[in-house]
T-cell receptor, first 117, second 115 residues
Framework: GAGVSQSPSNKVTEKGKDVELRCDPI?????LYWYRQSLGQGLEFLIY????????KSGLPSDRFSAERTGGSVSTLTIQRTQQEDSAVYLC???????????????FGPGTRLLVL | GDSVTQMEGPVTLSEEAFLTINCTYT??????LFWYVQYPGEGLQLLLKATKADDKGSNKGFEATYRKETTSFHLEKGSVQVSDSAVYFCALRAFYGGSQGNLIFGKGTKLSVKP
């Protein structure tokens, strides 16, 4: 597609349930990032994939969060045993492989709005 | 670690007023700097960027200059329109030892322009 797509656009779940969020990056972009946007914390980095390398999970807030990227393209962010504080908008972004200086633009998807009741 | 500080909002202006949103950064290397905009109900869009010192990014009448000496990247527009009402995020991106090239964002500044 022309841009980054994410699904679902909205997700309401009950506390304790698992959820999966999907991201389809721009074709040809090898770098993929997940961010979280919440009222209290602003925009936070969660996890980074580059090609087939092991992901950088340094931003994940707890071990309930995990992500995978299959075939270097589509990525899934999984939140296990959801808590109310997980309610946020989850954003995916993709870019060309980053080089020194980080000048490559990251393009964002529309996000998935997660509400945990 | 690297960080971005931008002026807190909300900012309310009348149409055709001059806009400045201040942004300063802290970085151990030589990052690229970005302004992203989020219009109501929409996703984050790149507004402009600058990748080295003294570069000026510009788009849609907005400008920002990468000032290494003051570690700043202030956003300006000479005459705002109602359609500029949005949340503006300043961000940096670095890719050097220890950094994976993720964007580091400021808290965002909400701009409302009244007719």
């Amino acid at each position: 597609g022309a841009g980054v797509s994410q699904s679902p656009s909205n997700k309401v779940t009950e506390k304790g349930k698992d959820v999966e969020l999907r991201c389809d990056p721009i074709s040809g972009h090898t770098a993929l990032y997940w961010y979280r946007q919440s009222l209290g914390q602003g925009l936070e980095f969660l996890i980074y994939f580059q090609g087939n390398s092991a992901p950088d999970k340094s931003g994940l807030p707890s071990d309930r969060f995990s992500a995978e990227r299959t075939g270097g393209s589509v990525s899934t962010l999984t939140i296990q045993r959801t808590q109310q504080e997980d309610s946020a908008v989850y954003l995916c972004a993709s870019s060309q492989a980053p080089t020194t200086g980080g000048r490559e633009t990251q393009y964002f998807g529309p996000g998935t709005r997660l509400l945990v009741l | 670690g690297d960080s971005v500080t931008q002026m807190e909002g909300p900012v309310t202006l009348s149409e055709e007023a001059f806009l400045t949103i201040n942004c300063t950064y802290t970085a151990t290397g030589y990052p690229s700097l970005f302004w992203y905009v989020q219009y109501p109900g929409e996703g984050l869009q790149l507004l402009l960027k600058a990748t080295k010192a003294d570069d000026k990014g510009s788009n849609k009448g907005f400008e920002a200059t990468y000032r290494k000496e003051t570690t700043s990247f202030h956003l300006e527009k000479g005459s705002v329109q109602v359609s500029d009402s949005a949340v503006y995020f300043c961000a940096l991106r670095a890719f050097y030892g220890g950094s994976q090239g993720n964007l580091i964002f400021g808290k965002g500044t909400k701009l409302s322009v009244k007719p």
